[in-house]
Nanobody, 126 residues
Framework: QLQLVESGGGSVQPGGSLRLSCAAS????????IGWFRQAPGKEREGVSF????????NYADSVKGRFTISRDNAKNTVYLQMNSLKPEDTAIYYC???????????????????WGQGTQVTVSS
């Protein structure tokens, strides 16, 4: 069974850090670009960050640039999202998704993505 599983979410105070992981089972991530998305209560899901198959290309939403860093370890079949200087507005459910195809996924078009995880909750509050 093909699955993406997110982990690493939790509760943190403003200014704190978390590292999310997106692990694949049943398939290898080598062939896929990976996007991170988030959905806050009452809001539409939005793209946060993207990394291409071998990490040569990344993209970030303006709201997280300079604070979040995406990376991948294909040997571990895992993609990471390091989140620093967290703000209350970063509170959301975070999802990772996999897209296969050159040039796809970079602009966070959800319909381009093939597989989605179930999400992990991130709460930033004092």
């Amino acid at each position: 069974q093909l699955q993406l599983v997110e982990s690493g979410g939790g509760s943190v105070q403003p200014g704190g850090s978390l590292r999310l992981s997106c692990a694949a089972s049943g398939f290898t991530l080598d062939y896929y670009g990976i996007g991170w998305f988030r959905q806050a209560p009452g809001k539409e899901r939005e793209g946060v960050s993207f990394i291409s198959r071998y990490g040569g290309s990344t993209n970030y939403a303006d709201s997280v640039k300079g604070r979040f860093t995406i990376s991948r370890d294909n040997a571990k079949n895992t993609v990471y999202l390091q989140m620093n200087s967290l703000k209350p507005e970063d509170t959301a459910i975070y999802y990772c998704a996999a897209v296969r195809g050159n040039g796809l996924g970079y602009r966070f078009r959800e319909y381009e993505y093939d597989y989605w995880g179930q999400g992990t909750q991130v709460t930033v509050s004092s």
